[in-house]
């Protein structure tokens, strides 16, 4: 019996797996140009098969991508919120996985608590991919990853700077460093820190600071996200906190002089990041928005045994 392929963390697979899917998201970006966007892949890894995707949180790139990536991939999709469905109503995450392993080819969750979908993926008997939870953000890291090779090449070797707080995407970053070998910056105050266990994964290939001056300072690439994730409850707090920590043209100065901008959206324009920076030359926001779906269709192909 063969062992099902999850994808859950970055931390949990080799380079070599992860440098595969990499490229073979750049490789199904590439074979596209041109094509209409419901047009299926010649090779269709997901034919006959069916995506279940379960949303507890809100979501745009996430629904979409996945939705537009099932079926360019040749597959389809069936869409719920977790509210829909009995696990709104108490059932036991792992039931849940019984019946929906019975019924589809995969499922993708975007979570709120990181442990449900791990309790989801060790009863499931078909592929379970992250889509986001409180501890993680894997997709949207391969889309970045993927987005900074379109325009610098090679992310292995680059310096990447993280302002402002060390959440879920901040954590797949550092879970994302030592496997494809670039030197991760990451500054945030000290009470907003990322997780110590995640620090250790990236050992060597992660820097702490709380100055965003110095993580920036020659990096490749800078990345921010919202200061305020869905569920806090301390806004005012929080603003107060990040207040040093916006990215705007001053500090892109700092930066490599051909640095790009990444945030993984929505943004909160003269909170975390300026309209200067965002509409900016620099800025490859859009690009890392649309590469949602090829990285995604490349994590599900990957997850179907292609």
Partial sequence: MNMVRHFLDIHRLDAETLRAILDDAHA???????????????????????????????????????????RQLGGDAIIANAADMQLGRGEPVEDTARVLSRMV???????????????????????????????????????????????????????????????????????????????????CPSDYHPDLHDLQRGGN???????????VAGADVVVT????????????????AFEAYGVDAVLMKQAAPD???????????????????LDGPQS?????AENRIHAQKAVLAWCFGG
């Fill in 28 to 70: 199904r970006k590439a074979a596209r140009k041109g094509w209409p966007k419901g047009r299926v892949d010649a090779d269709a890894p997901a034919k006959d098969r069916v995506l279940a995707m379960i949303f507890e949180k809100n979501s745009t790139r996430t629904r979409f991508s996945f939705d537009a990536a099932i």
């Fill in 105 to 187: 080819d995969a499922v993708m969750i975007r979570a709120n608590d990181h442990e449900d979908v791990e309790r989801f993926a060790r009863v499931s008997t078909v592929p379970v991919v992250n889509a986001l939870t409180d501890r993680s953000h894997p997709c949207q890291i391969l889309a970045d990853l993927m987005t900074i090779e379109e325009h610098r090449g090679p992310v292995a070797g680059k310096t990447l700077a993280w302002v402002g707080d060390g959440n879920n995407v901040c954590a797949s970053f550092i879970h994302a460093a030592p496997k494809f070998g670039f030197q991760l910056n990451v500054a």
């Fill in 205 to 215: 290939h992660v820097h702490l600071t709380s100055d965003p001056r110095e993580a």
């Fill in 225 to 240: 996200d919202t200061w305020v994730s869905m569920g806090d409850q301390d806004y005012e707090e929080r603003l107060a």
């Fill in 259 to 277: 640095a790009v901008f990444l945030h993984c959206l929505p943004a909160h324009r003269g909170e975390e990041v300026s309209d200067a920076v």
């Fill in 284 to 288: 490859v926001v859009w690009d890392e």
